[in-house]
């Protein structure tokens, strides 16, 4: 599930990370710099693959909500963690620009925030966008989500993205 978030091109040689019980394990070192795994959040699965950059930043960060999930941590208390763990240096936003492929068609986001409203997510890329907020780049609430518009995801945070939407173009192997 995890490569599935890559292109063909980058799959075979992109490092791999499970989920085990303990915390994600590595199971296929990365010969070209990409990472892919599958992120868990609070009721949501995330097929990603990050390249160099973010394997050495925000992939960190998945790696320590993994980690937390398998020892039963409240989701609410495993994001306080990862905040402080970014601001106390223990994790680091991305320091260049780079990209996080999510090519994946099996994608859903459970929005909590939005009453339990369950979003499909279309393929995307992720360009890192540290501190950025959509209101920097004139987007509204409305225009969140939307497959014709460019939006940041985690505004305001370092582990924040630009996300471009590739909808039906991608088609899944």
Known sequence: MAVISAPPEIRDSSGVYVLGEHGFIKVRDSRNGFNCIVERRARHLSPMCYDAEGS????????????????????????KRIDEAYRDGHLHAPLKTGIVYMLSTEEDWHDQSSGGVTVHIVP?????????????????????????????????????????SVGGTWAQP
């Open 124 to 164: 995307h890329i992720m360009v890192y966008a540290p501190y950025l907020k959509n209101s920097d780049i004139a987007v509204g609430k409305e225009q969140v989500w939307k497959t014709n518009r460019v939006w940041i995801q985690y505004e305001g945070r370092p582990d924040a993205y630009l996300i471009f």
């Open 56 to 79: 050495t930043s925000t992939l960190q960060a998945t790696l320590m909500r993994g980690d937390l999930l398998m020892k039963g941590t409240d989701p609410v208390e495993i994001e």
